[in-house]
């Protein structure tokens, strides 16, 4: 275990790089800064950040690299320098693909790779509510896992470490899908006159209920086993149908309910009309 107050370098102070340089310098960790724009780092500074000059005098300057940039050309473009003995920590998005390769360049270096993303707005860095998942060596993650735990709550996703990037893809995929869904039941209930606001008790209900039933999903999706505890495909194809009538007639975007009902009729169509919906896995599993 790397002790308490181990020098860390961030590299990248745009809002969640300062928010990451920030959590460390509350932490205790000797912490080197540097930015394209200098100026980003005065606040830092003043905070007892050090600026180095340079990406290769930053890097030099301690043991844990961290890395928050734009993509993974900025990246490449500020591994600078030598990299012996030092882990590199990637928190910048990204293919998985991209992930593994950066990897291999800085083993190629001397240097140790973890990638990873941190779950959480600026705001929260540092507090147990953001979620720093991270994968590659589990021996490297150990080593620093007490110094990345500054960050927020950790989370080893296995050696991989592309598996960083790819659990990214899935959560965003998620995410724009909750946000869509609530948004697209605000423009239906704004016909009516509703308020999104007034929408918001019931939308945080059956989002809470959703999140209740994904373990149960999550079992099923593995397993290929498909009940129909909570109604078939059959079922859920009726009522999709009313939503897409009923957003036609209202003259708001029907083209979400439309694509859900057509999966569902994929699904039907290939034979799991009687299962429930978990069967859709299938669907989103093909090219």
Known sequence: MMPAG???TV???????????????????PTTVWNRTRAKADDLVARGATLAESPAAAIAA?????????DYDAVADVLDGPL???VVVNLTSGAPSRARALAEEVARRGGGYLDGGIMAVPEIVGTAEAVLACSGPRALYDAHESTLGSLGTGLHLGDDPGLSATHEMATLVLMWSMLDGFLNG??????????ATAYLPIAQTAIEMVAGWLPDYARQADDGIYPADD??????????????????SLGVNAEL???LKALAERAATAGHGASGYVALVEQFRKP
Do not use: K, W
Not at 186 to 195: C, S
Not at 237 to 244: E, Q, S, T
């Open 257 to 259: 309910p439309r694509l």
């Open 231 to 248: 109604g078939t495909v059959d079922t859920h194809l009726v009522a999709m149908a009313h939503v897409v009538e009923e957003s036609e």
């Open 62 to 70: 301690a043991p844990l690299v961290v890395v928050c940039v734009s």
């Open 6 to 8: 181990t020098p860390v």
């Open 186 to 195: 605000a423009a239906i209930l704004g016909r009516a006159g509703v308020p």
């Open 11 to 29: 590299l990248g102070l745009g809002l969640m790089g300062s928010a990451l340089a920030g959590a460390f310098l509350r932490a205790g960790h």
């Open 84 to 86: 012996d003995g030092r």
